[in-house]
Nanobody
Framework: QVQLVESGGGLVQPGGSLRLSCAAS????????MRWYRQAAGKQRELVAT???????SYTDSAKGRFTISRDNAKNRVYLQMNSLKPEDTAVYYC??????????WGQGTQVTVSS
């Protein structure tokens, strides 16, 4: 399985922006799905955004128009640009990789807090 390390979380005011980064221990070029999940306190983990190996992206409804997922295969990194942040975006954000055979790999998470 690939090792994943997230960074870029922090405290931001409503309406602000953050860019999360996920660094992978191996080449991500052939990883079928790279995804960002989040888990708010007391809630289930939810899928936020997905990018396929061919660059196709998808988002949960609450993220559409505000978040952008991207991947840099040369740097083995996946990013989540988050704009117009809201208090309800507060959560621990997790990077996920899914590969045929290996299944899911997870990072340790990075905390995002949106508060004034």
């Amino acid at each position: 399985q690939v090792q994943l390390v997230e960074s870029g979380g922090g405290l931001v005011q409503p309406g602000g922006s953050l860019r999360l980064s996920c660094a992978a221990s191996t080449s991500i070029g052939s990883i079928l799905l790279m995804r960002w999940y989040r888990q708010a306190a007391g809630k289930q983990r939810e899928l936020v955004a997905t990018i396929t190996s061919s660059g196709i992206t998808s988002y949960t409804d609450s993220a559409k128009g505000r978040f952008t997922i991207s991947r840099d295969n040369a740097k083995n990194r996946v990013y989540l640009q988050m704009n117009s942040l809201k208090p309800e975006d507060t959560a621990v954000y997790y990077c996920n990789a899914w590969q045929v055979g290996d299944g899911n790999s997870w990072g340790q998470g990075t905390q995002v807090t949106v508060s004034s």
